[in-house]
């Protein structure tokens, strides 16, 4: 009863309050909890979470393909430039990157994620 006699009525005061041209909006919901509320706010922040959560490993999977594909493509190249050598070694595996490559990808991956 309430809420349809104070329906689209004026909230009211002086006209220089900042309320003066405002209107109500109220509607009564017969079977509406707070902890209705509680639970779709809950609701919405796991869900917030969990998109987050899916666009960071996703970022990471394209940080570490992106990676390998610059590590790839220097062996390539050390490659390259040693068969123009007659006694050059061709490296096989790689074991260790060395510290340079290793600290521009960190800086690289750093300002990824930042």
Known sequence: ???????NT????KKRS???????NIKYLPRFK?????ERLAYE?????QRLRAEIAQAKREAAFFSSNI??????????TA???DNAII?????????????????FLKSLFT
């Open 34 to 38: 707070w902890a209705h509320l509680g």
């Open 10 to 13: 004026q909230i009211g005061g």
């Open 45 to 49: 922040r796991a869900v917030h979470k």
């Open 18 to 24: 900042k309320f003066y041209d405002y209107i109500w």
């Open 1 to 7: 009863m309430v809420s349809e006699k104070i329906n």
């Open 71 to 80: 590590d790839r493509i220097n062996n390539k190249k050390k490659i390259a």
């Open 91 to 107: 490296p096989v595996k790689q074991s260790k990157v060395d510290e340079q490559e290793s600290s521009d990808r960190t800086v």
């Open 83 to 85: 068969s123009h050598d």
